[in-house]
């Protein structure tokens, strides 16, 4: 009864770990507390020995609801619907009465649900809880074939202990294999899923267009956006970064658009360089985000071309977290040439625009002797007539004028929309740029912390020969940039988040190009070192000491007193001893098994052969210690044996 209760409490166990991985996955958590349910239930069942639904009855459950999870019209992606069907599947078995193939059953669709789910969201809770179940899987797979006959008041009072320590030791060697095959295997650039995850749902705060005058109020998210390691230089900006998403260059008055062209880069800047490792958050758009203003991005180990504006985009949504190292010139200007197409696109306005708004724009600039003066003023106006909120009421005309000069008051996108197309008014080519503004520096791993709330909008005026000058209309923007989500985390929190991080860039993104990374520095790191050369007379010397310690250790474990498996030794004269009568011992056959067909191929040596069999498999799979007594009686057994061998008369035993 005691060893069907710990099997039952293993089973218990690792479904238990299934329902948390699934509590942490995308699925809904519906089918996590399915699976608590029918652990509790199936455990009061089977200590009560009472199990209250007919396995047909069950069975019948389990077909539907495994059909109901795959049905085409619910919202679940198909790798999420996957995990549903097996959660199912698993609290139907939990409900059922168990016998040994239903522990194992149980085991294996825990461990399949938590690996799974651990791929669909790999947080570092899925690193302790996949460790969960290698332990408990592992000792459960040891514990299970003694389970049977396992009897604690018995003679085998300490087979629980000494089980444990086996799956304890088998996990420690385990451990260095897994963790050689885990750096060395070629890794995958696709996701465990495959494509079955394609259409999976995430909220950005970012966007790649604008539309003003649509919502009433933003909501401020605190989830991540990205973080940004930075390598080279290993230390934080010295000002508040902008993280470039998007350019959009062409409007109709409400909103903004981008133009999607690629820019062909001949060679990468070596110097003046920050060099930025990014881990980009599924957000299922396109763009990814540099430090302005950027030279160069490698996504994997080849370059990557930049976009229009010098931003970076993918020809596929994101559904899975990326990698990628960017290098920038984190300058607040860059000198650039403009074509005639570009000058127009950034001085276009639509044939239906505000007269007001232009009127207002020649206003403000008037009397200003060039473009970087009229930039100037635009920017004092906004920073001392307006307000910065997120609660603004949905216009139904223009939203612009009614920002201009009715409420004052905006986010963002007002102001970066506005500020633009006055100075398109006032005949300077400008842009919109969306990203993320600032972050939280987390100096345990060297990165900034960037979450949705960080999301900002701003400016690009084309100033004489400054070239594209950044200008940020938005009151009060180094201050609410990047920190509205994370000014109030602690040092806890950071440190919790600097091993996500590490959890991420070493076990969730670790790729192909880490591994050339580590092969690289490995390689530097030894060419660099200098080793000395051995001479001669050194590689002799070496080599008697290693020949005279290897013999050294050789004599003394034959001298060493029961460095001999004794018991083993008389079970190999006994089984030499039959050989020369023509009875082989199969591979597989076990000591009472041969003893018993050494009976009955040789009669006049069965009491003896089945005494000696007994004795021996007594000595070694039980509990009970060797001692000289029981190997004496072993000796005299085959000395019996070896005398009816010889022909010769048998002695009687004493």
Not at 1 to 27: C, D, E, K
Not at 300 to 316: E, I, M, N, Q
């Amino acid at each position: 009864m005691q060893t069907r209760r710990i099997s039952l409490f293993f089973s218990s166990a690792l479904a238990l770990t299934g329902a948390a991985a699934v509590a942490f996955s995308p699925i809904p958590a519906a089918y996590g507390v399915l699976i608590v349910l029918a652990a509790l239930c199936g455990l009061v069942w089977d200590l009560r020995d009472g199990h209250f639904l007919p396995r047909m009855f069950l069975t019948l459950l389990g077909l539907g609801g495994f059909l109901f999870t795959l049905l085409p019209f619910r919202r679940e992606t198909l790798a999420e619907q996957s995990l549903a069907a097996l959660t199912v599947l698993l609290a139907v078995k939990l409900l059922e009465r168990k016998a040994r193939r239903d522990h194992l059953q149980i085991l294996a669709l825990s461990a399949i649900i938590t690996v799974g789910a651990g791929s669909l969201a790999p947080e570092l809770v899925f690193g302790s809880l996949i460790l969960l179940v290698c332990v408990l899987g592992t000792f459960f797979l040891v514990w299970l074939p003694f389970s049977e006959n396992w009897n604690p008041a018995g003679e085998t009072p300490g087979l629980l202990g000494r089980l444990a320590g086996i799956s304890l030791g088998m996990i420690i060697l385990a451990f260095p294999l897994a963790f050689a095959l885990f750096i060395v295997l070629p890794r995958s650039v696709n996701p465990f899923w495959g494509g079955l995850t394609t259409s999976q749902r995430q909220v950005s705060g970012f966007s790649e267009e604008i539309s003003l005058g649509e919502v009433g109020k933003l909501a401020v998210s605190r989830d991540v956006a990205f973080r940004a390691e930075m390598v080279d230089p290993a230390a934080p900006l010295p000002g508040i970064p902008y993280w470039r998403g998007v350019v959009m260059e062409q409007t109709d008055g409400r909103g903004w658009s981008s133009v999607r062209e690629s820019v062909s880069m001949r060679k990468f800047p070596t110097t003046d360089v920050v060099r930025v490792t990014y881990y980009v958050e599924p957000h299922g758009g396109h763009q990814l985000f540099l430090l302005e203003q950027a030279s160069a991005a490698f996504i994997g180990l080849r370059p990557h071309p930049l976009s229009k504006g010098r931003t970076l985009r993918l020809r596929r949504p994101l559904y899975r977290r990326i990698r990628y190292q960017g290098l920038s010139r984190p300058l607040p200007s860059r000198p650039a040439g403009l074509s005639a197409e570009e000058r127009r696109r950034n001085l276009e306005l639509p044939s239906d625009f505000s007269p007001r708004i232009r009127e207002l724009a020649l206003e403000v600039a008037g009397g200003a002797a060039n473009a970087r003066e009229v930039a100037d003023r635009m920017l004092a106006f906004f920073a001392t007539r307006f307000t910065y909120t997120l609660d603004v009421p949905p216009v139904g005309g223009n939203p612009l004028e009614a920002f201009l000069f009715q409420h004052r008051s905006g986010y963002c996108e007002y102001f970066a929309s506005a500020m633009a197309v006055m100075l398109r008014s006032a005949d300077i080519p400008s842009r919109l740029v969306a990203g993320y503004l600032g972050g939280e520096y987390n100096a345990n791993g060297n990165y900034y912390l960037v979450t949705q709330a960080a999301a900002h909008t701003w400016v690009e005026a084309r100033i004489g020969e400054e070239g594209w000058r950044r200008l940020d209309p938005t009151p009060a923007a180094s201050e609410l940039g990047g920190t509205i989500a994370s000014r109030d985390a602690g040092r806890t929190v950071l440190w919790l988040d600097s091993l996500r991080m590490k959890w991420n860039s070493w076990v969730v993104q670790y790729d192909a190009a880490v591994q050339v990374g580590i092969v690289r520095k490995g390689a530097r790191t030894l060419s660099r070192a200098r080793l000395p050369h051995p001479s001669r007379g050194g590689v002799v010397r070496f080599a008697l000491g290693a020949v005279c310690a290897t013999a050294i250790v050789i004599w003394w474990r034959r001298r060493r007193p029961g460095a001999v498996d004794a018991l083993q030794e008389r079970y190999g004269r006994f089984n030499r001893l039959m050989a020369r009568r023509d009875i082989e011992r199969e591979p597989h056959e076990g000591p009472l098994a041969f003893g018993a067909r050494v009976a009955a191929l040789w009669p006049e040596a069965g009491p003896d052969a089945g005494k000696f069999a007994a004795g021996y498999a007594r000595l070694r799979y039980g509990t009970v210690k060797t001692d000289p007594g029981d190997l004496a009686e072993l000796d005299e057994i085959l000395s019996r044996l070896r005398g009816l061998a010889r022909g010769g008369h048998r002695p009687a035993p004493r």
